[in-house]
């Protein structure tokens, strides 16, 4: 059963109707269904226990005039009614779309609140169980059903049952009741009855509003995700890098020298002009793939548009980070795209694609350039373990900053503008000097250095 709830409320169904999909409308009624039988059990209870005819009832509930009988027996009538009409509503909110889901809906809530709101009444004003019942029914409503309609109906039963309640109250009308007296319903049967349909509601509300509340905090995580990385290469955006940009110059104090990899593909539009955008996508996935394959979990990448990406080398010297950029230049160089001729369709010929396709290999030009300290700090200590290394442990400890920062772009320091800037310049100079290759542009030292 606890699949079966999951089953509902993760469903990826969803209709014209948003939010409030068909899943959950079955859902609803589904536990209306639960809630009719546990009703059912307590009226088909009462009635054996309350049967005038039956020798044992004075010896069970010693007074008949502890239950109204009648009006059990009236209201398991219509329990049976409200359960058989929860199971068609199970089968019409699987099929139903648009506004004849609107309307659906406004249907099924006429039925369940007319039978809720006449339940509190014949229970009683002052009760645990209808306290938990309306609780129960608005959460459930606001979060399976189409709100403002839930919203509409719910006012309009809390708004009934106080004005029947007055009624009753200053005996303008005559209500009947489940018992029969007020001193009757002190007895002990009534207060285990109040557990009994009190105790299912508030467990299935709580178990609903738990599984919500994990579902909203789980496509918050998804969402937060997807705003943080390129949806096409899954590397970092430009949002990203620029706060980590923001996150490293914070903890400058822990490194001596940021370079950074400036790179741009060659002949880009060129691929998408001559192969179509799907083979440039491909191409930018692959890239990634490979750029990643060279740098692991050391050093952030970044897709800051098009076919620009960025890698950030913290606490690595620009000896270093040239043979770094060497060893993804290479990579990328090794990157076969398939791409399969068109079949002839003139002269109706088919075309064996493993056989006849086009084979064209990628390249990339860089740029790199530096960031030093003019003065070494002496608390730093060098270590040859990658995994202790400043550059892993500042990227370990990025996205939790990531995840608590603004939407907005952070403002760089001149420091970090100005390492962007002279790393693109290098990266063009190498496009001018013929592609595939890498430029080293001189290294520059903080103007604030700590």
Not at 18 to 32: E, M, P, Q, T, V
Not at 113 to 126: D, I, K, P, Q, R
């Amino acid at each position: 059963m606890y699949s079966y709830f999951r089953l509902f409320l993760r469903s990826k169904k969803y209709d014209d109707t948003g939010w409030y999909d068909n899943s959950r409308a079955k859902l609803f009624a589904l536990f209306l269904f639960f809630e009719m039988c546990i009703h059912l059990a307590w009226y088909a209870l009462v009635s054996f226990l309350t049967f005038p005819k039956l020798s044992h009832t004075a010896t069970t509930l010693q007074y008949t005039e502890l239950v109204n009988f009648n009006l059990v027996a009236k209201m398991g009538g219509v329990a049976v009614g409200i359960m058989l009409f929860a199971v068609v509503s199970m089968f019409a909110f699987e099929r139903i779309k648009g506004s004849l889901m609107l309307a659906y809906q406004t249907l099924f809530l006429c039925v369940y609140l007319c039978y809720s709101t006449f339940f509190a009444l014949y229970l009683g004003e002052n009760t645990l169980i209808n306290g938990i019942n309306f609780l129960g029914n608005v959460v459930l409503g606001l979060l399976l059903f189409y709100r403002r309609l839930v919203l509409l109906f719910f006012v309009v039963s809390i708004l009934s049952f106080v004005v029947a309640t007055l009624y009753r109250k200053l005996q303008w009308w005559h209500f009947d009741s489940f018992y029969v007296t007020n001193a009757a319903y002190s007895y002990w049967f009534w207060i285990i009855s109040g557990l009994y349909l009190a105790l299912p509601k508030s467990l299935i509300t709580i178990y609903v509003v738990y599984q919500m509340l994990d579902m909203v905090e789980s496509q918050q995580q998804t969402i937060q995700k997807l705003s943080q990385v390129d949806a096409l290469t899954g590397a970092y955006n430009r949002r990203s890098i620029y706060y980590f940009f923001d996150y490293v110059w914070r903890h400058r104090d822990e490194w001596q020298s940021l370079s950074l990899i400036y790179l741009d593909l060659d002949k880009f539009k060129f691929i998408n002009d001559t192969f179509g955008h799907e083979v440039g996508d491909t191409v930018l996935i692959k890239v990634t793939e490979s750029i990643l394959a060279v740098t692991g979990n050391q050093f952030p990448l970044s897709r800051l548009g098009g076919e620009e990406f960025v890698v950030v080398l913290t606490d690595v010297p620009q000896a270093t980070a040239v043979v770094w950029a060497e060893k993804i230049r290479q990579k990328i160089a090794q990157i076969a795209v398939r791409v399969p001729f068109e079949q002839d369709v003139e002269n109706n010929n088919a075309v064996n694609h493993a056989k006849n396709t086009h084979v064209f290999y990628p390249t990339a030009s860089l740029g790199v350039a530096t960031l030093k300290k003019a003065k070494i700090n002496a608390h730093i200590l060098e270590t040859n373990l990658p995994e202790d290394s400043v550059a892993c442990t500042l990227l370990a400890q990025f996205p939790s900053y990531l995840n608590t920062s603004l939407s907005q772009l952070p403002i760089l320091p001149s420091d970090i503008e100005q390492l962007m800037y002279t790393a693109d310049t290098a990266m063009l100079e190498a496009k001018t000097k013929g592609r595939n290759q890498v430029v080293t542009s001189a290294s520059r030292c903080l103007s604030n250095s700590v």
